[in-house]
C-alpha cells in the first residue's frame, strides 16, 4: 500500500524548506514599505503560534497565558529601545515619567541603560516566569482545564499591573520608543527589508528547532505523555519535567516574539496582555492545525491575513466570524487545514494502491497483465 506523503520525513523538511525559502524573497517582490513591515508582524504571530503548537499540540498544554511572555518581553524590549534615546546627563527620565511626576528614574529601569543587558532581561525574564510558574502547577499535577484557568488567572493580572502602574508603565498609553532599536553600531528601519529578513530568520531557526526537536526520543515522550500522562508516570518518566520542560520552551519562543513585535511597531502597551489577544493565539494554532508546528504558523497568517483585509470593513463583527470559525473548525476539523491536507492526501494514497483483490497467490494480476 502506498503512504501517505505527510507523514514523509523528507517530504516535510523539503516543504517546511520551500516555504521559508519563498518568505525570503518577498521583499524582492513587495515594493510599499507598510505592507512589508505588515507581513513581518504576520511572521512574529506566527511565532505566537508556533509556541501554542509547542504547548498545546506537542505537550497537550492549554496554555491561554502566552500572552504573559510576549508581553514582559515586549515591556523589557521597550525599556530598551526608550533607554537608548535616553541621556544619562541631559534627559534621564522619559517623558511619560515626568507627566506622572517622577523625579528620578525608578531602579526597574537602570539595567536597560545597557542594550545587552536590556534583551537579556526582555528574554530571560519570562522564560525564568513560565519555569517556575510551570514547576508550581505541574508539580502539584494540574491539568486540563484547571492550567488554562490558572494561565488566564495570572495574565489577567499582569494586565492589571500593566494599566495600573502607570508611573513605570505608561499605562494605558504603553512605551513608544522615539527611534528604531540600534544594535551592533546599525539601526533596524522596521520598515525595511533588513527588519523582515531578521524576524523570518528567527521563525525559521525556531521552526526548525522545534520540528527537530519532535523527532527526538524527548519529543517522543512529550508526545507520549500528550496522549497517556498516567502511562507515562507508570513506565517511570518525571511527567511533570517534560511538562515544565515544554512550557518554558513555549515561554522562550513567546518572548523572542515579543522583543520582535516591538522592533516591528516601535510600541508596546498593556493591550499585548489582553486575554483576547491569548486566546486569539489558540485559534491561530487551531485552525492551522496544532499539530503542525508549520500548520499552526500558517493558521496565524491565515486568520491575521483576513483580518487585515476585512477587520476595517466588518469591524467587532470579524470577532463573531472568527469565533464561529473556531467552532466550525473544532467541530469538523479537530486538526486543523493540516489535518485535512493528512486526510486529502491519505485519500490518494489509497487511491493510488493496488486492490487487494487484483493479487492471487502473492502475484499482482494487473501487473502480470502489462507485462504479457
Same mark, same amino acid.
Do not use: C
Given at each position: ?9 523528507? +517530504?516535510?523538511?523539503?516543504?517546511? @524548506? ?6 525570503? $524573497?518577498?521583499?524582492?517582490? #513587495? ?31 492549554? &496554555? ?20 537608548? &534615546? ?15 511626576? %517622577? ?36 508539580? /502539584? ?11 488566564? /488567572?495570572?495574565?489577567? +493580572?499582569? =494586565?492589571?499591573? /500593566? ?27 522596521? =520598515?525595511?527589508?533588513?527588519? !523582515? ?15 527537530? %526537536? ?22 517511570? !518518566? ?6 515544565? #520542560? #515544554? ?24 493591550? %499585548? ?11 491561530? /494554532? ?11 504558523? $500558517? ?8 483580518? &487585515?483585509?476585512?477587520?476595517?470593513? %466588518?469591524? !467587532? @463583527?470579524?470577532?463573531? #466570524? @472568527? ?21 486529502? @492526501? ?6 493510488? +494502491? ?19
Amino acid at each position: 500500500m502506498s503512504k501517505n506523503l505527510y507523514h514523509n520525513r523528507s +517530504a516535510q523538511w523539503l516543504v517546511y @524548506l520551500v516555504v521559508f525559502a519563498a518568505l525570503a $524573497f518577498l521583499p524582492t517582490m #513587495v515594493e510599499n514599505a507598510f505592507t512589508l513591515n505588515l507581513f513581518g508582524r504576520f511572521i512574529v504571530l506566527g511565532m505566537l503560534a508556533l509556541s501554542v503548537s509547542l504547548v498545546w499540540g506537542t505537550g497537550g498544554i492549554l &496554555s491561554l497565558g502566552q500572552g504573559i511572555a510576549f508581553g514582559l518581553a515586549a515591556y523589557g524590549m521597550g525599556m530598551t529601545m526608550q533607554m537608548q &534615546s535616553q541621556d544619562a546627563e541631559s534627559n534621564p527620565i522619559p517623558s511619560f515619567m515626568l507627566t506622572n511626576e %517622577l523625579t528620578e528614574l525608578p531602579a526597574l529601569w537602570e539595567p536597560f541603560w545597557s542594550t545587552p543587558m536590556g534583551l537579556t532581561l526582555a528574554l530571560l525574564v519570562p522564560t525564568l516566569f513560565f519555569a517556575l510558574f510551570g514547576l508550581l502547577m505541574f508539580q /502539584a499535577r494540574v491539568a486540563g482545564v484547571f492550567v488554562a484557568i490558572m494561565t488566564l /488567572a495570572m495574565l489577567s +493580572a499582569w =494586565y492589571s499591573m /500593566a494599566f495600573d502602574l502607570q508611573p513605570f508603565t505608561g499605562g494605558f498609553n504603553g512605551i513608544s520608543p522615539p527611534a528604531p532599536l540600534q544594535i551592533f553600531g546599525h539601526s533596524i528601519d522596521p =520598515y525595511g527589508p533588513l527588519a !523582515y529578513w531578521i524576524v523570518l530568520a528567527f521563525l525559521a531557526a525556531l521552526t526548525f528547532a522545534v520540528k527537530l %526537536l519532535l523527532q527526538t526520543k524527548f519529543g517522543l515522550i512529550v508526545q507520549a505523555i500528550r496522549d497517556d500522562p498516567e502511562r507515562a508516570r507508570f513506565l517511570g !518518566y518525571s511527567v511533570s519535567f517534560y511538562q515544565v #520542560v #515544554v512550557f518554558s520552551l513555549s515561554g522562550l519562543i513567546a518572548a523572542i516574539a515579543g522583543v520582535l513585535w516591538v522592533m516591528m511597531v516601535q510600541f508596546v502597551s498593556p493591550t %499585548l496582555l489582553e486575554v483576547a489577544f491569548s486566546v486569539s493565539m489558540v485559534i491561530w /494554532a487551531a485552525v492551522g492545525g496544532r499539530l503542525s508546528p508549520l500548520g499552526a504558523i $500558517f493558521g496565524a497568517f491565515f486568520v491575521n491575513g483576513v483580518q &487585515s483585509f476585512l477587520g476595517d470593513e %466588518l469591524l !467587532y @463583527l470579524f470577532l463573531l #466570524v @472568527l469565533g464561529g470559525l473556531f467552532i466550525l473548525i473544532v467541530r469538523f476539523l479537530p486538526n486543523g487545514l493540516s489535518g485535512l491536507l493528512e486526510m486529502l @492526501l491519505g485519500k490518494l494514497a489509497e487511491a493510488r +494502491a493496488p486492490h487487494p483483490a487484483a493479487k492471487k497467490d502473492g502475484v499482482d494480476l494487473a501487473s502480470a497483465r502489462s507485462a504479457s
